[in-house]
């Protein structure tokens, strides 16, 4: 449920956000709005309110909006009214309604990241592990305990904006110099190159394909949380329980219980537990055998109590005063959006795969996932749904709002509207383009929810 209220909720937002666009630079530019509609199909929901008398209309299918405008070319628009019809406007007023609806999806983004470069943003602080040997990052010469300071001259503050900056450099394969700081508080610059990255390890975990990976917090076998329908659940443990030996075995650390679990799929599992300082007779622990990736392995639901005071230490809480705060929100919307067109270019040409198209389930999905870990997460995760929506619209395919700016950029530079059947044919071939792109996403959409 929370899954679907939070999908509903944040295509709403978006919908409105992008429609809202196109209707106030529609009002500023003279043209008379019918109906602005939050959805498609049959009305749930209508009002009609203001001087024009505007239809405020939610309906049933919530995967999308549109404005409708007075245009002759929709129907008979009364004399007096003419001068307040779409058709009848410049083409740079045209021009300008239109590409109204993708800035407002940027400008929310904007908004989004500004709040949350004020308010902070929790990360993990980038403190590298020991690489695997013969790795990208340990021919470079990464050492366990050396923290990332900056990639490229731009500071680096978490795990997650290293990942970000690296991930951007290798779609681009250009070598970065990585600035660390040692354990010792000696710094030491470091050359990553992405020679032998395969596209889908760009695609995938890119740091962890280089051999960074961050130095994990060492926890003791203490449970947190059982999950209530897991392995452990059914065995009985429960939160609280130090695990003191597996098949005879002493785990030192938790690192060490997940790597007995995840070797013993659907294999049972003698657990010696103590709890509140008592030991307990032993527990019979069979995980469950989980395939992801084409792997498999075991998994019995059970999470570690984690020490606040030891993750005060792990985690950097980042935040920005108002006015840096704005041009950092700018720049992110900015290189997320282009990163974005770069994936898609990538696409087309086969560098990258298909494979990585989302439809809606995928990002339900995200939406239910980001607002359970809280609502800073799930703006995020909106501002980034708005970038898309927009970049998603400037696209040059006709039905969507870059294929009118392609038109009206062609009539601009030739003096003359494009032919009606042009328009008809473009009309066509739009529809077809963008019911396959649908399709295909959804297809992933599937293959992902069976392969999870």
């Given amino acids: ?55 405020w209309v939610i309906a049933a299918i919530p995967l999308g909006g549109y404005v409708k405008m007075l245009d002759e070319r ?31 999806n940027f400008l929310a983004a904007v908004l989004l990241y500004w709040v949350l ?26 050492a366990a305990g050396e923290t990332v300071l900056a990639v490229d001259g731009v500071s680096v503050k978490t795990w997650q904006d290293f990942r970000w900056i690296v991930l951007q450099r290798a779609l681009e394969r250009r070598p970065v110099q990585v600035e660390l700081q040692g354990q010792q508080g000696t710094a030491v610059l470091r050359e990553l190159r992405f020679d032998g990255l395969e596209s889908g390890d ?41 695990i003191m030996a597996i098949n005879g075995e002493r785990p030192e650390t938790w690192d060490a219980v997940v790597q007995k679990v995840r070797e013993a799929a ?28 084409g792997l498999r392995f075991g998994r019995i639901g059970a999470s570690p109590r984690m020490d606040p005071d030891l993750m005060k230490g792990m985690i950097a809480d980042v935040s920005y005063g108002p006015l840096e ?20 270019g990538k696409m087309v040409i086969g560098e990258v795969s298909v494979k990585n198209l989302s439809g809606p389930i995928t990002i339900a999905d995200y939406a239910g996932q980001s607002a359970q870990n809280g609502w800073i997460s799930y703006l995020l995760f909106l501002a980034l749904i708005s970038i898309s929506l927009g970049v998603l619209n400037l696209l040059p395919i006709p039905l969507l709002d870059g294929g ?37 996403a959804l297809y992933n959409d599937i293959n992902r929810l069976i392969g999870s």
């Fill in 325 to 344: 705060s704005i041009w950092r929100a700018v720049a992110k919307t900015w290189e997320t959006a282009l990163f974005s067109l770069r994936m898609l």
């Fill in 117 to 142: 470069f004020i308010h902070g943003i929790p990360g993990l602080i980038p403190v590298v592990a020991e690489p695997p040997p013969a790795s990208v990052a340990a021919r470079a010469g990464f």
């Fill in 1 to 55: 449920m929370l899954t679907i209220i939070a999908f509903i909720v944040a295509l709403s937002v978006l919908v409105v956000v992008h429609e809202f666009g196109h209707y106030w630079v529609a009002r500023r530019c003279g043209v008379k709005v019918l109906r602005f509609s939050v959805g498609f199909g049959k009305p749930l929901w209508s009002r009609t309110l203001g001087r024009d008398g505007t239809e």
């Fill in 74 to 104: 929709e129907g008979d628009v009364p004399a007096h009214e003419l001068h307040r019809a779409f058709n009848r406007k410049s083409v740079w007023q045209r021009f300008a309604i239109v590409l109204a609806g993708p800035v407002a």
């Fill in 404 to 440: 009118h700016l392609m038109y009206y950029s062609v009539e601009i530079f030739t003096g003359k509207p494009v032919p009606d059947r042009i328009m008809e044919v473009g009309q066509q071939v739009g529809m077809t383009l963008l019911f396959a792109l649908m399709a295909f």
């Fill in 266 to 293: 659907g294999q049972p599992l003698q657990f010696r537990v103590q709890r509140a300082e008592v030991d307990l007779p032993p527990l019979a622990v069979t995980p469950d055998t989980i395939e992801e990736g």
């Fill in 202 to 242: 760009i695609e995938g975990d890119v740091l962890g394909a280089l051999g960074l990976l961050r130095q994990r917090l060492v926890l003791p076998p203490v449970i947190g949380q059982v999950t209530g329908n897991g392995a452990a659940a059914r065995a009985g443990l429960q939160g609280g329980d130090r």
